[in-house]
């Protein structure tokens, strides 16, 4: 790789901070004077700036004010992910169902190119329902970051809501690098999607701190190792709280409300069951 | 262990974020590499975040910058018994002990590490 690249590696673990807190060293200004330590690079006409910002910085700052512009209003908000087809929709209408009637519930949808995730919502309870499609820019974003959640949340109105659901983007990938200013994550898994999705997934299973597996009623019908799929999800997240649900026949439904209910009651923590 | 279906955009996201991020600290100046730290765990293909670049920058200032990805090794601590372990798959699970309450040391990054410009 490069010669020097070592006389900063040392930088890199910043005493295991996380990634996720943003700006993990602070900028070095372009001025040469600022940039001694490498020397070695102006013999080539070259000058290197050390920059060492993580990517995701801009889109948590964002994500920071999103947080705190909830909060202000007393909004709790969960970021529900998974893989398309695993149900949210349709367990995301079970809940409001059953508790729109007791807490004023925003969703904000995050969809490619269509509102038909929020038309299936329609009538269900939710108090105000707002639709960001990732659309715009080159092919459809397949995630929401910080910012689409940020104009999706201007057209809320945040003061008569106590939850906001975010229906994030079917996609066992992205969306769970991308913090929107949310409380606390929540992940639906199918059992039709296979037992290695944690093994293979381990980016969008670790961020989780609730995993809905969805359409157990199924189970009769697949070769679906429950047992294994367990095993997996936990060797990668040990502390994620499992709910096993169907939306479809209402099983494990109220577990998952009152979960959902408690995240206004407390701090997120991950919880011990 | 590669993660197969891992999708592009996941790449091109990331990209940008980096085309960005060197952008702005560049200044308009010309640009010739860009490094970044990619940890393990962040489940991105060399290879694919390669292409991405090319995609990405060849529409900005940054088209002759070359993109040079350092991976880092995803390491967790037992704490139990306290031995690191190198993961060679993203199960944490201690290499000594089996024990699976373990912290992270590194493996998670994404950070652009450095901007090489050309002298004026």
Same mark, same amino acid.
């Given at each position: 790789?490069?010669?020097?690249?070592?006389?900063?590696?040392? +930088?890199?673990?910043?005493? #295991?901070?996380?990634?996720?807190?943003?700006?993990? !060293?602070?900028?070095?200004?372009?001025?040469?004077?600022?940039?001694?330590?490498?020397?070695?690079?102006?013999?080539?006409?070259?000058?290197?700036?050390?920059?060492?910002?993580?990517?995701?910085?801009?889109?948590?700052?964002?994500?920071?004010?999103?947080?705190?512009?909830?909060?202000? !209003? $007393?909004?709790?908000?969960?970021?529900?992910?998974?893989?398309? $087809?695993?149900?949210?929709?349709?367990?995301?209408?079970?809940?409001?169902?059953?508790?729109?009637?007791?807490?004023?519930? #925003?969703?904000?949808?995050?969809? =490619?190119?269509?509102?038909?995730?929020?038309?299936?919502?329609?009538?269900?309870?939710?108090?105000?329902?707002?639709?960001?499609?990732?659309?715009?820019?080159?092919?459809?974003?397949?995630?929401?970051?910080?910012?689409?959640?940020?104009?999706?949340?201007?057209?809320?109105?945040? @003061?008569?809501?106590?939850?906001? =659901?975010?229906?994030?983007?079917?996609?066992?990938?992205?969306?769970?690098?991308?913090?929107?200013?949310?409380?606390?994550?929540?992940?639906?898994?199918?059992?039709?999607?296979?037992?290695?999705?944690?093994?293979?997934?381990?980016?969008?299973?670790?961020?989780?701190?609730?995993?809905?597996?969805?359409?157990?009623?199924?189970?009769?019908?697949?070769?679906?190792?429950?047992?294994?799929?367990?095993?997996?999800?936990? @060797?990668?997240?040990?502390?994620?709280?499992?709910?096993?649900? !169907?939306?479809?026949?209402?099983?494990?439904?109220? +577990?998952?409300?009152?979960?959902? $209910?408690?995240?206004?009651?407390?701090?997120?923590?991950? !919880? +011990?069951? | 262990?590669?993660?197969?279906?891992?999708?592009?955009?996941?790449?091109? *996201?990331?990209?940008?974020?980096?085309?960005?991020?060197?952008?702005?600290?560049?200044?308009?100046?010309?640009?010739?590499?860009?490094?970044?730290?990619?940890?393990?765990?962040?489940?991105?293909?060399?290879?694919?975040?390669?292409?991405?670049?090319?995609?990405? *920058?060849?529409?900005?200032?940054?088209?002759?910058?070359?993109?040079?990805?350092?991976?880092?090794?995803?390491?967790?601590?037992?704490?139990?018994?306290?031995?690191?372990?190198?993961?060679? *798959?993203?199960?944490?699970?201690?290499?000594?002990?089996?024990?699976?309450?373990?912290?992270?040391? *590194?493996?998670?990054?994404?950070?652009?590490?450095?901007?090489?410009?050309?002298?004026?």
């Amino acid at each position: 790789m490069h010669a020097d690249g070592t006389s900063h590696v040392h +930088e890199r673990d910043h005493d #295991g901070r996380h990634p996720h807190d943003g700006v993990t !060293s602070q900028v070095v200004d372009g001025a040469p004077s600022d940039v001694g330590d490498h020397s070695g690079y102006t013999e080539t006409g070259q000058t290197r700036i050390t920059i060492l910002e993580n990517l995701l910085s801009e889109n948590d700052r964002v994500a920071d004010d999103n947080g705190r512009r909830l909060a202000a !209003s $007393g909004v709790r908000a969960v970021n529900l992910m998974s893989s398309p $087809g695993a149900g949210k929709t349709a367990l995301l209408r079970k809940t409001l169902e059953r508790m729109g009637g007791s807490v004023r519930i #925003g969703v904000l949808e995050g969809d =490619i190119a269509t509102s038909l995730d929020a038309d299936q919502l329609e009538g269900a309870g939710a108090t105000a329902i707002s639709v960001v499609n990732t659309s715009a820019g080159f092919g459809g974003e397949c995630h929401l970051d910080a910012v689409m959640v940020q104009s999706g949340m201007e057209r809320l109105p945040l @003061s008569d809501l106590d939850l906001l =659901i975010i229906e994030n983007v079917g996609n066992l990938v992205c969306p769970a690098e991308f913090r929107v200013g949310e409380h606390a994550r929540a992940m639906v898994f199918a059992v039709t999607e296979g037992e290695e999705k944690p093994l293979k997934y381990p980016v969008m299973f670790r961020a989780a701190d609730v995993v809905v597996v969805n359409k157990i009623d199924l189970l009769p019908h697949l070769d679906f190792d429950l047992d294994l799929f367990l095993s997996n999800l936990t @060797s990668v997240n040990p502390q994620a709280r499992i709910i096993l649900a !169907s939306a479809r026949s209402g099983e494990g439904v109220e +577990e998952w409300c009152d979960w959902l $209910g408690g995240q206004g009651e407390r701090e997120l923590t991950h !919880s +011990e069951d | 262990m590669l993660p197969d279906e891992v999708q592009v955009m996941h790449e091109l *996201s990331i990209c940008r974020a980096i085309a960005s991020t060197a952008a702005k600290h560049a200044e308009g100046r010309p640009v010739t590499q860009v490094t970044v730290q990619i940890g393990h765990l962040r489940q991105v293909v060399p290879d694919a975040l390669q292409f991405s670049w090319e995609v990405v *920058s060849s529409a900005t200032d940054l088209k002759d910058a070359e993109l040079v990805i350092e991976q880092v090794p995803a390491v967790i601590e037992c704490l139990h018994c306290g031995a690191a372990t190198t993961l060679e *798959s993203p199960i944490l699970v201690c290499g000594a002990c089996d024990g699976s309450e373990v912290k992270l040391l *590194s493996g998670e990054e994404l950070l652009v590490v450095s901007i090489d410009l050309v002298d004026a």
